[in-house]
């Protein structure tokens, strides 16, 4: 019988759901050697770092599902801003700001020019020239085109972005998770990127079958992407798995993968 026939009965998501979780126990257990070599350090909205091998070989590890429903999810089901631990990924010198939140820890990351985090009181300064630069882009809905690249200076006006939205995660496999697990989904420094609020709010929770960031970050939002629904056994539906594969071949012609 295929899987799609049994995916939709009780015992097809009874197995699938028991397949999700025995695929994050692997995935956390046991160090993925593709995961590590390309692991985004400091300054996530660059460009994508890895080849396109790797991350169409990242795609073809994904489980294609159906998504979950909605019911139980809210934003508390994922606790953030949680402080600075080791496996949020805040490696080098990111990882003596223990004291502050992965928000205040990815805002520093992601910064340009002279802006700094007290590692003590975990205050966020912004001096003249310093700011963050956004990435994404967003479409104008008065000229249908790519509208300026916004540099933010005031930290409150930044949005910390989950590439693989919290809702998202939820429909692939998150709900079925424990809360520990969801935790280290919303403050984890791969999934993590300082964006203009208007490219967020355009994206909303939606996946890449309906969402690709318009702008230069297009290609490392796929790498990123894939590399956290891999890192915690999330699923794919049949549209997102077609448009991931489209994206990456899309990078490779544009050079944007290596």
């Known amino acids: 019988m295929k899987w799609s026939s049994i995916s939709g009965t009780t015992t097809g998501r009874a197995v699938l759901s028991f397949a999700a979780a025995?695929?994050?126990?692997?995935?956390?257990?046991?160090?993925?050697?593709?995961?590590?070599?390309?692991?985004?350090?400091?300054?996530?909205?660059?460009?994508?770092?890895?080849?396109?091998?790797?991350?169409?070989?990242?795609?073809?590890?994904?489980?294609?599902?159906?998504?979950?429903?909605?019911?139980?999810?809210?934003?508390?089901?994922?606790?953030?801003?949680?402080?600075?631990?080791?496996?949020?990924?805040?490696?080098?010198?990111?990882?003596?700001?223990?004291?502050?939140?992965?928000?205040?820890?990815?805002?520093?990351?992601?910064?340009?020019?002279?802006?700094?985090?007290?590692?003590?009181?975990?205050?966020?300064?912004?001096?003249?020239?310093?700011?963050?630069?956004?990435?994404?882009?967003?479409?104008?809905?008065?000229?249908?085109?790519?509208?300026?690249?916004?540099?933010?200076?005031?930290?409150?006006?930044v949005d910390a972005e989950h590439i693989v939205p919290l809702a998202e995660a939820w429909r692939s496999g998150a709900a079925d998770r424990d809360k520990d697990t969801r935790r280290r989904i919303a403050n984890d420094s791969m999934n993590l990127v300082a964006a203009d609020p208007s490219a967020n709010r355009s994206k909303g929770d939606q996946d890449p079958a309906n969402y690709l960031p318009p702008g230069e970050f297009r290609c490392a939002y796929v790498e990123h992407y894939v590399k956290v629904k891999v890192k915690y056994a999330l699923t794919v539906d049949t549209a997102e798995h077609t448009a991931l594969r489209t994206a990456v071949d899309d990078c490779l012609r544009r050079g944007e993968f290596k």
């Open 22 to 157: 025995l695929g994050l126990a692997v995935v956390t257990a046991c160090s993925n050697p593709v995961l590590d070599k390309v692991n985004p350090g400091p300054g996530a909205a660059g460009a994508a770092t890895a080849s396109g091998k790797e991350v169409s070989d990242l795609i073809a590890t994904l489980v294609v599902a159906q998504e979950g429903p909605m019911t139980g999810y809210t934003r508390e089901e994922f606790p953030h801003w949680d402080t600075n631990k080791p496996e949020h990924g805040f490696t080098g010198d990111l990882a003596k700001y223990s004291k502050c939140t992965s928000r205040e820890v990815m805002m520093l990351r992601d910064a340009n020019g002279k802006v700094t985090l007290d590692a003590k009181t975990c205050d966020l300064k912004v001096a003249a020239g310093g700011g963050w630069q956004d990435h994404y882009g967003f479409i104008d809905k008065a000229t249908g085109k790519l509208g300026p690249y916004k540099f933010i200076t005031d930290p409150a006006k």
